[in-house]
């Protein structure tokens, strides 16, 4: 399977600043996915990263927040914007091949806000 | 009604254990039926990945699937430390993967 890499793995960050959380995959990749992993939580989709058009958001999420682009088939960075401290979280980059195939995840950005 | 339900855990069991992890779901469209491994600080990765009902191994590892009762599972059988882990049980319906919250497994050697 490809190798996903994330950038940084970790970082932390003044209220009201916002991150950039860049995705490289070693191939290319159909489709690209952004997820969040709150403490103790499971993963929840914030939006799929489309090559040449805006992303799609998921309910809850809106691009003003978290602003994403997809220049290529290998990379797409997610924007964590105007960030407070309940935006403190995992970050993770997932792809796949094609809709019906599984997802495979980098190692997540662990993201505190102070 | 949550849409997908896993058996919280945690679980701690000694090497060579059998280790069951269950989940339930209430979306009929899910199509594909996947349990991911993820060690701490690191990302979740495939274990297991099947679309129909019945059994699917894997070397230690056995997926268990029911549609009709919608229901899956993984075995894990002779256990070791290296297998201490969160696993989680995912969905697919469409390219939207749903997960469940993750049963923390700990091995004791």
């Known amino acids: 399977s490809a190798v996903i890499s994330q950038k940084p793995s970790r970082d932390i960050c003044q209220r009201g600043t916002s991150l950039t959380i860049q995705c490289q995959v070693d191939s290319q990749v159909t489709m690209m996915f952004w997820y969040r992993q709150q403490p103790g939580q499971s993963l929840t989709l914030i939006a799929t990263?489309?090559?040449?058009?805006?992303?799609?958001?998921e309910s809850g999420f809106v691009i003003d927040k978290f602003p994403i682009s997809r220049p290529n088939l290998t990379f797409s960075t997610l924007t964590v914007s105007n960030m407070s401290p309940e935006d403190s979280s995992i970050y993770l980059c997932s792809v796949a091949d094609t809709y019906d195939q599984p997802q495979h995840f980098g190692d997540g950005t662990r993201l505190s806000i102070l | 009604q949550k849409e997908v339900e896993q058996d919280p855990g945690p679980l701690s069991v000694p090497e060579g254990a059998i280790v069951s992890l269950n989940c339930t779901y209430s979306n009929s469209a899910f199509q594909y039926f996947m349990w991911y491994r993820q060690y701490s600080r690191k990302g979740p990765e495939l274990l297991m990945y099947?679309?129909?009902?019945g059994n699917k191994e894997d070397g230690r590892f056995t997926a268990q699937v029911d549609k009709s009762s919608k229901y899956i599972s993984l075995f894990i059988r002779d256990s070791q430390p290296s297998d201490s882990a969160t696993y989680l049980c995912?969905?697919?319906?469409?390219?939207?993967?749903?997960f469940g919250a993750g049963t923390t497994v700990t091995v004791r050697a």
């Open positions: 990263a489309n090559q040449g058009s805006e992303a799609t958001y």
């Open positions: 995912a969905f697919l319906n469409d390219y939207k993967l749903s």
């Open positions: 099947t679309y129909s009902s």
